[in-house]
């Protein structure tokens, strides 16, 4: 993994989606040797609040990317460009 993580996934435990959405990024990511994290929404009020209804939610370069679900090819060209 980079040092850098340029792709952060916002999920919360239990989350079938969030699992599908972690093995795409798991891949892309380490495909193209770019960082990533995933903070769990649970852990944040705010978080919480603002995301609830659209996690998994993912961004790249802190711009929101995704939302659902995580389309293999638009994140891989996202994080080509």
Do not use: N
Request: proline fraction near 2%.
């Amino acid at each position: 993994m980079a040092d850098t993580s340029r792709v952060l996934l916002l999920g919360k435990p239990g989350c079938h989606l969030c699992d599908d959405a972690r093995e795409v990024i798991s891949r892309v990511c380490g495909d193209l040797g770019v960082g990533w994290e995933e903070r769990d929404i649970t852990a944040s009020e705010e978080d919480t609040r603002r995301y609830w209804d659209q996690i998994p939610v993912t961004f790249v370069d802190g711009v929101q990317h995704d939302f659902w679900r995580v389309d293999e090819r638009r994140l891989r060209t996202a994080l080509s460009s």
